[in-house]
T-cell receptor
């Protein structure tokens, strides 16, 4: 069974204070690892897809990296508008429907 | 920018009633999904749909649930007899088929329907 564990559950940062969120995963065969942002009462908003160990993707203040067992979402000089829950999900290479298995998420609060 | 839309945004129903949640996936996408998120919990997979049939369903997706693509644009989730524990946010997602030009596995989610069962 695919499993995704995210840590920490909650993270409070001051504006400009860089940090990283962790996503550890167990999957029989990784097809892709996905990062989403979720605001309260909203749907997950796509951020990144990573397919193979060593891959990195960047977007504004966010950078996602992938190893064979975990992924990190690095946040550089965050702003209050980066406050949200960040979700990590994996899809398994077995089968063809590519369903996502999600972690519980990390609630990020950035104080001005 | 194309997006997945869902209606209604909030549905309140009595236990035992039938509800239909509606989704309009991104127009050129071919894989469709329903997920749910109970308050404070993980987003959970319910069902995937491809080529006009269910391709996989979770244990949650029992006989009370059904999905349909009645026309070329809509994708619906029906719950025949709602229970209190069906109260959750329900998200529709869609994905472009894996193509020859590269892997296109990203699922795009709608804003969700909040279902409240009283």
């Amino acid at each position: 069974e695919d499993q995704v564990t995210q840590s920490p559950e909650a993270l409070r940062l001051q504006e400009g204070e860089s940090s990283s969120l962790n996503c550890s995963y167990t999957v029989s065969g990784l097809r892709g690892l996905f990062w989403y942002r979720q605001d309260p009462g909203k749907g997950p908003e796509f951020l990144f897809t990573l397919y193979s160990a060593g891959e990195e993707k960047e977007k504004e203040r966010l950078k996602a990296t992938l190893t064979k067992k975990e992924s990190f979402l690095h946040i550089t000089a965050p702003k209050p508008e980066d406050s949200a829950t960040y979700l990590c999900a994996v899809s398994n290479s077995g089968g063809s429907n590519y369903k996502l298995t999600f972690g519980k998420g990390t609630l990020l609060t950035v104080n001005p | 920018e194309p997006e997945v839309t869902q209606t209604p945004s909030h549905q309140v129903t009595q236990m035992g009633q039938e509800v239909i949640l509606r989704c309009v996936p991104i127009s050129n996408h071919l894989y469709f999904y329903w997920y749910r998120q109970i308050l404070g919990q993980k987003v959970e997979f319910l069902v995937s749909f491809y080529n006009n049939e269910i391709s996989e369903k979770s244990e949650i997706f029992d006989d009370q649930f059904s999905v349909e693509r009645p026309d070329g644009s809509n994708f619906t989730l029906k719950i025949r007899s709602t229970k209190l524990e069906d109260s959750a946010m329900y998200f529709c997602a869609s994905k472009l088929q894996h193509g020859a030009t590269g892997i296109t596995d990203t699922q795009y989610f709608g804003p969700g329907t909040r279902l409240t069962v009283l």
